[in-house]
Each structure stands twice: as structure tokens, then as C-alpha cells.
């Protein structure tokens, strides 16, 4: 088997980009010409969202699909289908509301009356209980209908002075009759909680969605939508056609539809219900968990806590089993995959609403983990201050910088049948502001923490302008940067061609906190992973589903799947599950050093006495409680991470991956203006290769040995990674030696001739004027509302070697491609913006092309555009030529 750097060097990488390609129901040529532009930018695959066709399942819809997949098999390329006619997934191209009602979406909803006693021969009206306005949210009268069920009916006694609910509760079921409640009312304050099964609840949006709890439900989405594309292209099943996509499906359950603290505990909300649910809530809480019901929404102490945490965990596994786990199965049993994502936005992966309860249940069943950045999530530099989104509401920056990214690769590595892939939709509605400059940095944001298969959102054939989440990628033609696409794309397979099939290594493995969340405060899992990352010390995230049935202790280590841990990170939580207690316990006393963040848990989520797992955990010598901010270092005086950095580089991100032959060590840089200046030790011995992916080339490096190790000098600009090397793969790889650029003996500082084209007549470009001192060319006296390419042209003289020269361009807004002499330089998509010329420089008099591209917001001043600070245009430099030492490596 030939290494992977060699597959990437002959060019042999495999493909690992699936864009969104949208339907509209255009006219087959236009069709066949966007699946072209598809492929010839480098990517191998497409994904075709229904979204917005108007004929969706119908005739047309199957003309359509027919002359994709014929395409698609002319090009040798994969086509998955996103799986539903709606977003998100759930709709069944509308057959749920002709469904039974029994398998329509279900809720438990609560509304409650005060009262005072004693009062005897009180009847309380409960058919036309209001609860806002004059219209009634429901009525038991309609109990004829099968719109409405009681469930039970408790009054709580209240405290007469602070209005809190007490322990004292009385079922007053049986005293309803015909929709009243007859009831002496005794001495004190009550409030009576009346808990019915109806339908009226969720959001308006997802009205006609199925419900995800109910298996048969989840059925109707299969028998309408993958049981005909089966029948229609079984013969393409694992072969050009690849697999199902399903986009964001979750609850739904609360009026607001994408509100991200929708849990138990937010009154007045409905919570996902099913017929299921009564007999498992019965198994786990006994007969009278009806009389309990209402701590779903009111606080009563620790109970409260048992009852949403056993509540939550039943729903999740739901989820988990009849929706994910139903359709991965019937895509497997077929020969195709199943894929796509949740919504993970600002914590919900583990609550309700357009969650679905657990991040990790909800995509066990899939074949690549899932995650999506859209709408301004990740913002370069926002990783700790929120950012304002489209949508209205905050970034909660920590968790989309620290934690999305890493809760998809945990679970790629931790399912066996996930083969190490994680899949990432990525850069759609970030507007037209948004070019290969931050694509790039949002590519590098997620293949240095594991990432390495991508949904780019997206190629649309409508004609442009398209307002629907813009960037599209070719717009028609229309898009300046998409001759460039493909230099990203290259990019992109190269380096997931590197970190995949192979081993992922990290140091400690984090608790997934959902569990403690249901059961109580807790702290939020990316918490400790963000100390972590700051400090270089790589980890992963590991669900208390994971760690009780797949994970074992051997030598000291956590072993899950093919990953391996040196010590496993608990962050607060005031009540886990008694199992998990217990098997941490276990864990402490196999060898595996444990760390609890700011403290011991102080019960179990259900109940159960673990007072003896918490006091020898208490007292074991594997056993830590750390102060979140003295984490990192922690782990650090115990030798517990693989890369040791000289200083404090809160931006230095990175990730190593091993295969057979080869150690990969990424870095990336993620400020957005700080230069990252510092020497690293690699935990490898012999010679380290520095890879550069867009170049495709391999240098070798200088590098002293440390213990052992290899100390190599790493400088990074503002949106600059690199890929580093070590493997017998490389001993015989004539790799070139170090190059780089010392002091500049050059600057420009002549006349600069400027012409313009937009992406209609480019190459045909017009004059504009010229320039002695660059500048901003979006400057409202110049070419404000001008989207496309700016062509500079000069001439310098040169009388230095021609062999080692380097050329700087200085601030470029925002991709550049130079020519010197007529000769093809080379491609810059961001920071630094720099290149070897040894070729085309030549003594004497040179001429010096420079067209930089801006992006599309100048000429298409989009919504979504609107959230974000808009760069200059242009060359701004300086422009700089600088002779290049090659340094010999030891």
C-alpha cells in the first residue's frame, strides 16, 4: 500500500467534498453546465438539495434527477440526496398530516390554577382553562376529537410566604369528571397542575412534521422519499449514488422555533410526547410518576432534576433508536450511507426545541458525524466575545470555537462504523462579504481539530442574483473568485486526505455534559477543552453512553475505539448518572487518572445512594479536583500532551494524526491580525518535513533534538497553517531544503498602471488610471460599488541572484495571482501573501503583473453581508522582493 503523502504528492488523493447543489426545476443545459462547473473546481461529489423545486417527487423532480445522476455517472462522480422536500428534515414532502393521528407529532403540555382553602364543594373549570387572551390553548372537551388526553391532575401545596411549591402533593385524577374538577380544597395555598396529551403545541413551522419519537412515524419519511429514489436508481445504490442527507431534523416542540434554551424547566413550552413514553417513565420512576409530571416544569428541589433528567433520557434514546437508528439501518441494508447534522447552535445539542436531546445519540446511527457553520457562527477573532447574527440573537462564541468542531470529530473517531470521518457543512449565509479568505480559515478552523470531509453551501442554477444564502460558488458565471475555487478545493483533499485512515492521538478524553445538565448546574464540556486547546494539549469529548459501554482501561489508558487517552477530564457537575459514579470509581482504581474540574459530583441524576463511589473517589490517589483556569497546567507538570510549545499561544491551534509510515502535525494560526512567533518540540525523533498543501511541495526542516524529541521553529502569519512530517515515508522523498526570505532589498515604489474587469469580461480587462501609492480602490472617490479584479502592472529592475528571490505582496484584499515577465508566478487565497519567483525573475528589467480579486458584497450589498465588517479592496502592500537563504538542514 503506498503512503498517503505519496497519494497526495502523485495527485492520487481521494475526494472529500460534497457540495449542497440546489434545485429549482431548471432546463436540463443548465442543470448539465452547474454540475460541470462543480467538477471542474476539483471536487468529485454533490449533494442535491430539494429544497427549493417546485415539483418535488414528481415528474419533473425526476427528470431532473435522472439527468443528475446521468451526469454524475458521465463524471465518475457520487450524488447524495437531501432527504426531504422542507427544512429542516421531518416533513415527508407533506404526507404527515395525511398520516393516522396516532403517528403525527405528539406533546405533553401543562397549565395550572392557584388556589386557596379550605373550601368545600369547589369544582374548578379545566375544559376552558385560558391562558392568554380569550382563546383557549386547549380543551379536554376535545378529548372526543383524539386532540387532547388527560394525564393526571396534582395539586401541590405552596409556602404561604415565599409561594414556593412543597413536597405535599395530591393526585386529583379521579375527581375529574366531563372536564371540571370537584374538590374540597383544604387549609392553605395549592396549585393545581393539570398534565394533558394534545397536539396543540411546537412550532407553527414544523406543524406537519412527523414525530421522531414514534418508529412508524420516522416510516412515512422513508416510504415517501428514500423508497422511491430506491426503486427508481437501485442499480446506482453504492455505486454513483452514495447516500441520504438529512438537514437539521430535531423536536421542534416550542413556539419558537429555533429558540436554543428550550429544556424542561421553561414553563408554558410542550414537550415531546409519544404513547411510548407513559410505559417507560412508569419502568424508571414507578407507578405514580404521574403525580410528578409537573416537575417537568416547575423547580421542587432535587426531584425536579430526577425527574427531567429521566425524562430527557428517555427522549433522546427515542430519537436515537427510531429516527437516526431506523433510517442509518435502512441505508445500510441498501448499500448507501447515511448523513447530515443537527442543530448544535449555542448549546441545544443537548436540550430540546430544534434539538434533539444529545448530540451523540442523535447521530450514532449515521455514517460520518455531522456538523454545520452557517449564519456568522465562527468568526475569526470572536472566540470568546459573542457576535451578532442574522438571525438576531448572540454567538455563544466559546462553544462554536471551542466545542462544535470537537464534538464532530469525537464522535467520527469513537463509532467504528464512522471510520474516522466527520463531515462539516460549511460557509453558506455568511453573504457575499464572504470570499476564499475566510473559506480558508474556516477550512483550516476545521481540519486542524480533525474535520476532513466538507459540505461547501453551496452551487445554486438559479440565475443570479440568488438572494438565498448567498455565497454560491459560480452565481452564474458572476462570482470573481470562483477561477479560484479550485486551489481551495485542491487544498481541502490534500490535507483530509492526510488525516484520514489513520489514528487520531490526544491526551485526555472530556465528559460529555448533557447528562449533568439534565440532572442539575453543570459545566459546560468546551470549557475545559478551550483551556485545553489554548495551551496546545490536544482532547476529545467522550458521552457517558460511550464511557459505560465501550471504553476500557489498559496500561493506565482509556481506550475507545482506536483512540487511546492518558487521562480523562469529569468538568462539574453537581449530579451524574449513579452508573457513570461507579465507573469512574472503576476507572481511578484501573490506573486511569481522573480529573474533576472545580469539584466532585454531590449525588446521582436518579437518586441512587453513591455516597461510597463519591468518598473513594474523594480520597484516590488517581484522582484530582483542578481548578479550571490551573487545568493546562495540570496536565502539563504530569507530561499529559504531545506537543510542548515555547510560550503562551492562545491561537496556536493543532492536531496529530498518525498512519503506519507517517506522523502529521498540523498548526494553524487563528488570530486574525497576530503573528505567531515559537519554537515547538514534536514527539518524534529523525528528520521533520514541512508540507505546503497548496504548493503541494515537501521541504525538509531544521530541527534540533530535545530529549529525544524534535525542537522545530514555527512562524505563522494570520490565517497561515502548515502540515509537518515524520515517517519512514519520507527517508528517501527528495525533499528540497528550508528556503526563506531575509530582509527586503526591494520595494515598488514606482508607477503602478491599473485596469478593472468584472467576472463578465474577465480577461478583458479596461483602464482605470494609474497609481503612485497603492490604496483602498472601495474608497467612496474611487470604485466603491466594484466587484471583480484589479489588474496592476509596473516594472522593476533587478541585480541580484535570480535563483533564491521571494516576492511579499503586504495587505491584498483578497486573492492575488502574479505574473513576472509574462511567466505564471503563482496563487495566494489569504495571508501571507507571498511566493517564490526564482523562475521568471531575471536581471535587469522585469515586468510585474498583480490582479487581485475582491469578492461580490462591493457590486451585491446582501442582508447577510450586513452583519460583518467590510475589508478594503485591492493591493494595499507594500510590494517587496527579498533574496531567499537556504539553510541547511542538520
Known sequence: ??????????????????????????????????????????????????????????????????????????????????????????????????????????????????????????????????????????????????????????????????????????????????????????????????????????????????????????????????????????????????????????????????????????????????????????????????????????????????????????????????????????????????????????????????????????????????????????????????????????????????????????????????????????????????????????????????VNHFVPHAFTQKAFPEPDCPPHMYAGGQNPQYRYYGYLNQYINRISHLISGGIHVASAAIVYHAEAEWSGNTMYFHKPVKALMQHQIDCEVIPVDVLLEAAHVQDNKLHVNLENYRCLIVPYAEALPAAMIQRLAQFAEQGLSVRFVEGLPERSSEGINVTGELSLLSAHPNVRMVALDKLADDLTADGYFEVKVEGYEPYLRNYHYTHDDLDVFMFFNESPHQIISTNIVLPVQGNVYAYHAFLNKVNRLEAAGESGARRVELVLHPYESIVLLHGPSLIDYPARLPRRAEGPILEMSGEWAVSIADADHYPQFKEWGTLTTLQNMSGPGDLPSFSGTFRYETEFEWNASCNNAFLELGEVYETAEVWINGEHAGVNLCPPYRMEIAGPIRKGTNSLVIEVTNTLVKNQRDFLSSFSQQEPSGLIGPVTISQISVTEAH
Not at 393521528?101 to 397549565?111: D, I, P, T, W
Not at 448507501?336 to 436540550?351: F, P
Open 1 to 450: 500500500m503506498s503512503s498517503r503523502i505519496t497519494e497526495v504528492l502523485q495527485g492520487k488523493e481521494h475526494n472529500y467534498i460534497l457540495p449542497f447543489l440546489w434545485q429549482h426545476g431548471e432546463e436540463e443545459a443548465v442543470i448539465r453546465e452547474e454540475i460541470a462547473r462543480v467538477h471542474e473546481s476539483g471536487i468529485g461529489a454533490l449533494c442535491v438539495e430539494a429544497r427549493p423545486h417546485p415539483d418535488f417527487l414528481g415528474p419533473k423532480w425526476w427528470l431532473d434527477m435522472d439527468i443528475i445522476m446521468d451526469e454524475a455517472r458521465n463524471r465518475g462522480m457520487k450524488v447524495w440526496l437531501l432527504d426531504d422536500d422542507h427544512f429542516p428534515t421531518g416533513h415527508a414532502a407533506g404526507k404527515v398530516k395525511e398520516a393516522p393521528e396516532e403517528l403525527q407529532r405528539k406533546f405533553l403540555g401543562e397549565r395550572y390554577i392557584d388556589t386557596i382553602g379550605p373550601a368545600q364543594g369547589t369544582s374548578l373549570l379545566l375544559d376552558t382553562l385560558l391562558m392568554t387572551g380569550l382563546r383557549p390553548t386547549f380543551s379536554l372537551r376535545h378529548n372526543a376529537k383524539g386532540n387532547n388526553k388527560l394525564i393526571s391532575v396534582v395539586a401541590v401545596r405552596r409556602d404561604p410566604s415565599s409561594g414556593t411549591l412543597l413536597s405535599e402533593c395530591v393526585d386529583l385524577t379521579e375527581f375529574v369528571h366531563e372536564g371540571t374538577l370537584y374538590w374540597d380544597i383544604p387549609e392553605g395555598y395549592w396549585r393545581v397542575f393539570m398534565i394533558s396529551e394534545n397536539k396543540d403545541g411546537g412550532s407553527k413551522e414544523q406543524e406537519d412534521y412527523l414525530n421522531p419519537l414514534v418508529r412508524n412515524s420516522v416510516r412515512i419519511l422513508l416510504d415517501t422519499v428514500y423508497e422511491p429514489v430506491y426503486e427508481r436508481y437501485k442499480d446506482d445504490f453504492g455505486k454513483t449514488f452514495a447516500g441520504f442527507f438529512s438537514d437539521e431534523p430535531g423536536f421542534y416542540n416550542d413556539k419558537t422555533t429555533f429558540d436554543f434554551n428550550s429544556k424542561p424547566g421553561k414553563q408554558g413550552v410542550p414537550l415531546p410526547w409519544s404513547n411510548e413514553m407513559p410505559a417507560l417513565l412508569e419502568q424508571a420512576l414507578g407507578e405514580d410518576y404521574r403525580k410528578q409530571l409537573y416537575l417537568l416544569w416547575h423547580d421542587a428541589g432535587e426531584q425536579s432534576d430526577i425527574i427531567r433528567y429521566t425524562y430527557m433520557n428517555i427522549v433522546s434514546r427515542l430519537y436515537a433508536e427510531h429516527f437516526c437508528g431506523q433510517i442509518g439501518d435502512w441505508c445500510r441494508a441498501r448499500g448507501v450511507e447515511y448523513i447530515g447534522h443537527v442543530l448544535e447552535d449555542n448549546n441545544v445539542h443537548a436540550r430540546l426545541g430544534p434539538g434533539t436531546g444529545h448530540f451523540f445519540r442523535s447521530l450514532w446511527g449515521q455514517d460520518m458525524s455531522g456538523i454545520d457553520v452557517v449564519l456568522w457562527q465562527i468568526v475569526p477573532g470572536f472566540d470568546e466575545l459573542s457576535f451578532r447574527q442574522p438571525t438576531g440573537g448572540e454567538t455563544d462564541s466559546e462553544f462554536f470555537h471551542y466545542g462544535l468542531a470537537k464534538l464532530g470529530v469525537s464522535l467520527g473517531h469513537m463509532d467504528p462504523k464512522k471510520q474516522g470521518r466527520t463531515m462539516c457543512e460549511v460557509y453558506g449565509a455568511y453573504g457575499w462579504t464572504e470570499g476564499l479568505k475566510l473559506m480558508k480559515w474556516l477550512t483550516d478552523h476545521m481540519l486542524v481539530r480533525g
